[in-house]
């Protein structure tokens, strides 16, 4: 039994060099302990661009960071990497070929079922043999894997028949002719896995997670399955990418009820439906096998417990809007504002912007360099000025930003909170008299000013605000793109007040002050103020963050 932090990667169809950097990026500040590919790894040797690429690879000019498997996509292999392959050979150091079906199970016991290519529609008119790098498979390919009776993790090219049914989350109208496979669902039903990833180039579905039926005399629980399809990285929506840590000791926890299974109609007749319940489950994470596994680190933070990690098993993926080099940008779970309190913004206007590392990480391990705090900081910061730009910008002036942090000793994962304000508040200082009287009201220190380009003592305990604004003229040239990336726009000024070891601090305090600014006052609690859409949390939590997306897109530097 064990742990891994694992990433799953999209169709890279040939773009090895932009894939590659970026998982290089993220590996370095994450420590992934093995990367999955779904779909298509190599592109088309009609495209001169995957070709230099390929050819890059096999020179060893792309560098492959963690040990990372594929299988078969829907195209066949270019002849140098089928011929390497053929001859038993890995393609380059640190890419290794899982085969075209198979079981792959690591030393810590994550067992992985893959099965590759698409499913030959009429075997009769097959007369060829199926190679071992061939983009097709057989019914029997996948009957075959159903000895494998249990999996972790089951990686297909083709979605599973019926995927969606019984599902709240729409299919976006790109993937409605997705292809998909009976023999694909039967082996799902037949493992029952933790997870199951597959590719659609196109664009992300994933759906919610569904359990299985039983057995009429089984006196187990349901087991589980999470479905979630990855697009490629050419895919515009970005989110080609996901990650989280498997516990091989216990199946991973949902956050609410598991629907009915999406394959129970068509389940033979010596089954039944589950009694239905909320079946309370357990959550965490695996690592990789044999001559490719790396020593066992110690024992780290437990990130279960800290809903904003990129790595933890239920952490919402489809809330995440730009990933940096050192930070993310996400929106806000329950947020302060709803979708009608700004009608500029095509979200709720509510943010997050979350470091990669761990505060706890640090004080297991030792204090990060100065620099290296110094460049977190200084993303982090740029992440606010770009929001606060668009926020300007799609406001036509009309809207600023204030922007908190809270850092104190004990907070396993520091972030920042951006929210959208009234221009008019914060130019009549409104904003910050309400923060120096709210701070007097609890007792606080007094806030002192400090230069909001300039990140505080990284060993000290404060609460630190934010506020940006601009005028409609400065906007009008942002707009209409006359002002140039670098230029300054608008005016920002910050506060704070430092947290001493023995002083009680409320840590809603800055969502409690912008509460009564903008006379929100009943969602001070965001466990009160999630978002629902025709009864679904995640899909008005999908809509505010595609929403974000799209007003974020032109100002969204790290995405470029």
């Keep these: 039994m064990g742990i891994a932090k694992i990433l799953v990667v999209g169709a890279i169809q040939g773009k090895l060099k932009k894939a590659f950097e970026k998982i290089s990026k993220l590996q370095a500040k994450q420590n992934f302990d093995l990367a999955l590919i779904i779909g298509d790894v190599f592109g088309s040797t009609s495209d001169n661009d995957a070709t230099a690429d390929l050819s890059a690879l096999l020179g060893g000019q792309i560098n492959i960071p963690l040990a990372t498997y594929y299988t078969t996509g829907s195209s066949p292999f270019p002849d140098p990497v089928q011929q390497k392959l053929e001859a038993d050979e890995d393609v380059c150091p640190n890419l290794f070929f899982l085969g075209r079906k198979g079981t792959f199970t690591t030393t810590e016991g994550v067992k992985i079922v893959n099965l590759g290519g698409n499913l030959i529609q009429n075997e009769a008119q097959t007369a060829e043999a199926i190679g071992k790098c061939d983009s097709r498979y057989l019914d029997n390919d996948a009957r075959g894997l159903h000895g494998a009776n249990s999996a972790h993790i089951l990686l297909t090219n083709e979605w599973p028949k019926n995927i969606n049914h019984g599902s709240q989350i729409r299919l976006p109208e790109e993937l409605k002719s997705q292809s998909s496979s009976q023999s694909v669902s039967n082996l799902c039903e037949a493992l029952k896995p933790w997870y199951h990833f597959s590719s659609s180039p196109e664009s992300l579905w994933e759906r919610e997670p569904f359990e299985h039926v039983l057995e009429y005399h089984s006196l187990d629980q349901p087991s589980v399955t999470r479905f979630k399809s990855l697009p490629s990285v050419a895919s515009p929506t970005k989110e080609w990418m996901t990650a989280f840590s498997l516990d091989t000791s216990r199946p991973p926890s949902t956050v609410g009820p598991p629907t009915k299974s999406p394959f129970q109609a068509s389940s033979p007749s010596r089954k039944r439906p589950a009694d239905e ?58 947020p302060l504002s709803t979708m009608s309190t700004f009608p500029q ?8 912007i979350i470091p990669h590392y761990h505060a706890a990480d640090e004080l297991a391990h030792g204090k990060r360099s100065v620099e290296e705090v110094a460049n977190e900081f200084k993303e982090m910061n740029k992440f606010r000025m770009a929001l606060s730009k668009m926020v300007g910008s799609k406001s036509q002036g009309q809207l600023g930003t204030v922007c908190w942090e809270v850092r104190r000793n004990g907070i396993r994962h520091h972030h920042w909170s951006l929210i959208a304000c009234h221009a008019d508040k914060i130019k009549n200082g409104l904003v910050e008299a309400a923060f120096k009287v709210a701070r007097e009201q609890h007792g606080y220190p007094a806030l002192e000013n400090c230069d909001p380009e300039s990140q505080l003592p990284s060993d000290s305990d404060y609460f630190r605000v934010w506020t940006w604004v601009s005028n409609p003229v400065e906007m009008a040239d942002q707009t209409n793109g006359d002002a140039t990336d670098d230029q300054n726009v608008g005016t920002s000024t910050s506060m704070f007040f430092p947290l001493s070891e023995d002083l009680k601090f409320n840590i809603w305090f800055g969502r409690e002050v912008m509460a009564g600014l903008l006379k929100l006052e009943d969602r001070v609690n965001w466990m009160h103020a999630l978002l629902r859409k025709d009864g679904s949390e995640q899909t008005a939590e999908e809509e505010d963050a595609e929403g974000l997306k799209r007003d974020f897109e032109d100002f969204d530097f790290a995405m470029k």
């Design 277 to 334: 319940g909320n079946y309370q489950r357990y959550d965490r994470g695996g690592r990789h096998q044999g001559r490719h596994n790396k020593r066992a680190r110690g024992n780290r933070f437990d990130s279960s417990d800290c809903f904003m990690c990129l790595n933890k098993s239920d952490f919402k993926t489809h809330m995440v809007v730009s990933i940096g080099e050192e930070s993310m940008v996400t929106t806000q779970r329950g």
């Design 345 to 352: 913004l095509s979200s709720s206007g509510h943010a997050m």
